[in-house]
């Protein structure tokens, strides 16, 4: 059984940083592709960055040059690095999986086939 758990999310102000991790069992985070997505109130859930089995990221426009993608494949574990964090950052965040290799699905929802619970990020300014 696949299970991703987050963690590492918080309240933090307008600048600050965190990092969130996500710890896989069941399922291997090499040769896989995984993202992160977040899901603000009253929002539809909305991908943040993606990483595949060979290393090759995409990020969502509103959070390139802030946020980091990676993978500790030894530890079987996905990060996301957020630096100069935003009110509009604010979301619920998710670690999601997929069966392949390639993020052919790219940022999207259906492109992933299992799901974390979500850990909150709050920004304030």
């Known amino acids: 059984q696949v299970q991703l758990v987050e963690s590492g999310g918080g309240s933090v102000q307008a600048g600050g940083t965190l990092r969130l991790s996500c710890a896989a069992s069941?399922?291997?985070?090499?040769?896989?592709?995984m993202g992160w997505f977040r899901q603000a109130p009253g929002k539809e859930r909305e991908g943040v960055a993606s990483?595949?089995?060979?290393?090759?990221?995409k990020y969502a426009d509103s959070v390139k040059g802030r946020f980091t993608i990676s993978k500790d494949n030894a530890k079987n574990a996905l990060y996301l690095q957020m630096n100069s964090l935003k009110p509009e950052d604010t979301a619920m965040y998710y670690c999601?999986?997929?069966?392949?290799?390639?993020?052919?699905?790219?940022?999207?929802?259906?492109?992933?086939?299992?799901w974390g619970q979500g850990t909150q990020v709050t920004v304030s300014s």
């Open positions: 999601a999986a997929d069966i392949i290799r390639f993020c052919s699905g790219g940022l999207r929802r259906s492109g992933f086939t299992y």
């Open positions: 990483i595949d089995a060979f290393g090759i990221t």
């Open positions: 069941g399922y291997t985070t090499s040769g896989h592709c």
